[in-house]
C-alpha cells in the first residue's frame, strides 16, 4: 500500500468532504466568519483539481468528490458523487449555511454508505480520501468506531485515508508561527484538547507521495506526520484542503 496510483479520467480519485456547519461556525477567526473561510478554503482546493486536470483546454475528470454539510442531520450538497469536470459547471460552490449542533457520526456513516457503493468499481484507482472539517466536539454519537470501520476499507491502492481540519486555538501547546514551516502533529505531540486527541486517533498517516506534492507548494510537513491539521488560522484551513487533493496525478 504506497498511494502512489496516480488519478487519471480512467482512474479517478474519490474525495468525500464532510463540513461541520455547526452554529459556532457563525464565530470569527481574523475577522471573518469560519464557516467562509472555509468555503473560501474548499473552493480554492477544487480550483485546484479544476486545473490538475485541465490539459489544453480540456478539462477530464481526474476527481470525483462528494459534498457533505452536517449539523443534527447531514446534506448532501452536490447531489452525489460528482466529477471534478461536473462541479466545475457549477461556477461556485453551493453555500453553507450554519445550523445548529455537530453530529459528526452521522455525517461518517454517510460517507461509510458512499465507500460501500463505490469501491467495487474502483479498486485501481488511487486510495479514496475523506477530508473532515470540524471546530468542536460532536454532539451525537462517538464517530470512532465508524472511523475505524472505513479506515480498515480500501482498494489495491491503500486503506481510506482520513484527515481531520480541526479549527481551534488550543489544540496544540506552542502557537504555530509560520504555517510552511511547520512540521505537523504525530502520535508523540503533545496536544491539549479532548477533541483534539479523539481527531488523531482518526487521522491517517500522511502518505509520502501526498507529502512530496505539500512539498512542492512550499510545505515541510515531517514523514510520519498524520492527517491532522490544527486550524487555528486561514492559511492552515487552505493547507489543509489543500493536502485533501494532493493526490498524485498522471
Not at 468525500?16 to 452554529?23: C, E, F, T
Not at 477567526?29 to 469560519?34: A, L, T, V
Not at 485541465?54 to 443534527?72: E, F, H, Q, V, W
Not at 479523539?198 to 501526498?210: N, T
Request: proline share 6%.
Amino acid at each position: 500500500m504506497k498511494y502512489t496510483v496516480q488519478a487519471s479520467q480512467r482512474t479517478p480519485a474519490l474525495i468525500i468532504y464532510l463540513i461541520d456547519i455547526s452554529a459556532s461556525m457563525n464565530l470569527l477567526m481574523e475577522g471573518r466568519r469560519r464557516i467562509d473561510i472555509v468555503h473560501d478554503a474548499l473552493s480554492l482546493a477544487v480550483r485546484q483539481m479544476v486545473f490538475r486536470s485541465t490539459k489544453g483546454n480540456r478539462l477530464t475528470p481526474r476527481y470525483r468528490i462528494a459534498l457533505l454539510a452536517y449539523s443534527d442531520e447531514v446534506y448532501d450538497m452536490l447531489g452525489g458523487v460528482k466529477g471534478i469536470d461536473e462541479v466545475a459547471l457549477l461556477g461556485k460552490l453551493p453555500d453553507l449555511t450554519p445550523k445548529r449542533f455537530s453530529d459528526s457520526a452521522k455525517a461518517f456513516a454517510q460517507a461509510e454508505k458512499i465507500l460501500k457503493a463505490e469501491l467495487p468499481d474502483m479498486q485501481d484507482c488511487p486510495a479514496p480520501l475523506i477530508c473532515h472539517m470540524t471546530d468542536g466536539v460532536t454532539t451525537g454519537e462517538d464517530p470512532e468506531p465508524i472511523v475505524k470501520r472505513i479506515m480498515a476499507m480500501g482498494v489495491e491502492d491503500g486503506n481510506v485515508l482520513v484527515e481531520n481540519i480541526f479549527i481551534s486555538d488550543h489544540v496544540l501547546e506552542e502557537p504555530i508561527h509560520e504555517p510552511r514551516r511547520w512540521r505537523g502533529i504525530n502520535g508523540e505531540t503533545m496536544l491539549k484538547e479532548g477533541a483534539g486527541l479523539k481527531l488523531r486517533e482518526m487521522s491517517s498517516v500522511l502518505p509520502e507521495s501526498y507529502r512530496e506534492m505539500l512539498a512542492e507548494a512550499d510545505y515541510q510537513l515531517a514523514p510520519g506526520a498524520l492527517m491532522l491539521l490544527p486550524g487555528n488560522c486561514a492559511e492552515l484551513v487552505s493547507i489543509g484542503f489543500q493536502m485533501s487533493a494532493a493526490t498524485p496525478v498522471r
